[in-house]
């Protein structure tokens, strides 16, 4: 989704026009998000249902771009973790620190130095890990406290992935009834026309049917 | 208190100061006021006329006066959905460059999560106009779909039958 530049194959989109393209817009990217990848979604979903007129390719496109924003703020919450992870380190430390007696400013300096050599040294990582170790923690504890440290962010992001997922599935849902009511009103359509052909088909006897032979009255002897 | 002569030349200092005077200056104050201009009625906009064009393609065929005005509806809440969709790009994007800016040892694929945790707050707000918006679409939709018209009142014909592509 973040790579540039990839060469992905995007099918070509029959009934997408250029209008409505023009008319839709660009897709709501990021700078370094992948168009092309964001084209390969709109068609796989596309290819998937065949919109047949402008209202099936909004919902269409709507229920892609909501789909890219849920997994771009699925990405965000993992990357959000991830960059928390050294300052959740760091807080883990600082309080492993407190219970060694070691005070105030040393202490959390000895705690930023050694959550930056985690980063860097790897002799250090191994020391940091027996340390954690004898306190029973693993290096999931560093994911957890970067979630706790991080929870109302994460909160924030997952009532707002719940709001799309909602919006997708309703817009979806749209485009269930739409078709159904297409098809019903294909129906009719069809309904209408065979109704028209039925009373031609009923008329056509009567106007192609050879004529009566005149009766002729027979000549008296 | 001032004096009749300070009172005087202040009168006609603010005479002078009176705001800008030129079209172009009167132009950009009119927008001081504006923070994101998304409760602003997307009529006034430029792209009013491309929003007449989708309202014509979303009518379809043996558009009514009442199908327009719906396709109209419907259009317009299609238009600030795009809105306020580039507009939450813009913010994680502004975000991004500035944590480009400030913070040079964050790994490429963890800037976007950055930008997004700092844009939040514009993001949640953002998110009403969305909210209101599609909800507007979909009524209008649902009334284009519910009286999509059978046949032509006037010409009494059928809508083109269109084979699926």
């Given at each position: 989704m973040?790579?540039?530049?990839s060469q992905?194959?995007?099918?070509a989109?029959p009934?997408?026009?250029?209008e409505l393209?023009?008319?839709?817009g660009?897709?709501?990217?990021?700078?370094n998000e992948?168009?092309?990848?964001h084209?390969?979604?709109?068609?796989s979903?596309a290819?998937?249902?065949?919109?047949r007129?402008?209202?099936?390719?909004?919902?269409?496109?709507?229920v892609?771009?909501?789909?890219?924003?849920i997994?771009r703020?699925?990405k965000?919450k993992?990357?959000?973790?991830?960059?928390?992870?050294?300052?959740?380190?760091?807080?883990?430390?600082e309080s492993?620190?407190e219970?060694?007696n070691l005070q105030g400013?040393?202490r959390?300096?000895?705690?930023?130095?050694k959550?930056?050599?985690w980063y860097?040294?790897p002799?250090?990582?191994e020391?940091?890990?027996?340390?954690?170790s004898?306190?029973?923690?693993g290096e999931e504890?560093?994911?957890?406290q970067?979630i706790a440290?991080?929870?109302?962010e994460?909160e924030?992001?997952?009532s707002m992935i719940?709001s799309?997922e909602i919006?997708?599935?309703?817009?979806?849902r749209?485009?269930?009834v739409?078709r159904d009511n297409?098809?019903h009103?294909r129906?009719?359509d069809i309904?209408a026309?065979?109704g028209e052909?039925t009373?031609?088909?009923?008329?056509?006897?009567?106007?192609l049917?050879?004529?009566?032979p005149?009766?002729?009255?027979e000549l008296?002897? | 208190m001032?004096?009749?002569?300070k009172?005087a030349a202040?009168?006609?200092?603010?005479?002078?100061?009176?705001g800008?005077?030129?079209a172009?200056?009167?132009t950009r104050v009119s927008?001081n006021a504006v923070?994101h201009?998304?409760?602003a009625?997307?009529?006034?906009l430029?792209?009013?006329?491309?929003?007449d064009?989708?309202?014509r393609k979303?009518?379809?065929?043996?558009?009514?006066?009442?199908r327009?005005?719906?396709?109209r509806?419907a259009?317009?809440a299609?238009?600030?959905i795009?809105r306020?969709?580039a507009h939450?790009?813009?913010?994680?994007?502004?975000?991004?460059?500035n944590s480009r800016?400030?913070?040079?040892?964050?790994?490429p694929e963890?800037r976007n999560?950055?930008a997004i945790?700092?844009a939040?707050p514009?993001?949640?707000?953002l998110?009403?106009?969305?909210r209101r918006a599609?909800s507007?679409r979909?009524?209008?939709m649902?009334?284009?779909m519910?009286?999509?018209p059978l046949?032509?009142?006037k010409s009494?014909?059928?809508?083109?039958?269109?084979?699926?592509s």
């Amino acid at each position: 989704m973040t790579e540039q530049n990839s060469q992905q194959h995007v099918p070509a989109l029959p009934g997408f026009s250029q209008e409505l393209r023009t008319l839709f817009g660009k897709p709501p990217l990021l700078a370094n998000e992948d168009g092309a990848a964001h084209e390969a979604l709109l068609a796989s979903l596309a290819l998937a249902v065949r919109p047949r007129d402008a209202v099936e390719w909004i919902l269409v496109k709507d229920v892609t771009d909501l789909n890219w924003e849920i997994q771009r703020m699925r990405k965000a919450k993992a990357g959000i973790i991830s960059v928390t992870e050294k300052e959740a380190l760091r807080c883990i430390l600082e309080s492993i620190f407190e219970i060694e007696n070691l005070q105030g400013r040393d202490r959390m300096l000895e705690a930023e130095l050694k959550a930056d050599d985690w980063y860097t040294k790897p002799s250090i990582r191994e020391e940091l890990i027996a340390l954690l170790s004898r306190y029973r923690l693993g290096e999931e504890a560093i994911a957890a406290q970067a979630i706790a440290l991080r929870l109302r962010e994460l909160e924030k992001l997952d009532s707002m992935i719940a709001s799309a997922e909602i919006r997708r599935n309703a817009m979806l849902r749209e485009f269930v009834v739409y078709r159904d009511n297409f098809v019903h009103r294909r129906y009719s359509d069809i309904e209408a026309i065979e109704g028209e052909i039925t009373e031609f088909s009923l008329e056509r006897p009567r106007q192609l049917s050879p004529p009566e032979p005149e009766t002729v009255d027979e000549l008296p002897n | 208190m001032a004096s009749d002569r300070k009172i005087a030349a202040n009168r006609k200092n603010a005479l002078r100061s009176t705001g800008p005077r030129s079209a172009a200056g009167k132009t950009r104050v009119s927008r001081n006021a504006v923070r994101h201009g998304l409760s602003a009625p997307i009529a006034d906009l430029p792209v009013s006329a491309e929003m007449d064009r989708l309202a014509r393609k979303l009518a379809g065929e043996f558009a009514t006066p009442q199908r327009l005005e719906q396709a109209r509806i419907a259009a317009e809440a299609e238009f600030e959905i795009l809105r306020v969709r580039a507009h939450r790009k813009t913010h994680i994007d502004l975000n991004a460059a500035n944590s480009r800016a400030e913070r040079s040892d964050l790994l490429p694929e963890h800037r976007n999560a950055v930008a997004i945790m700092e844009a939040l707050p514009e993001m949640a707000a953002l998110e009403r106009y969305e909210r209101r918006a599609v909800s507007r679409r979909k009524r209008a939709m649902r009334w284009l779909m519910y009286t999509a018209p059978l046949k032509d009142e006037k010409s009494g014909l059928l809508p083109r039958l269109r084979a699926p592509s």
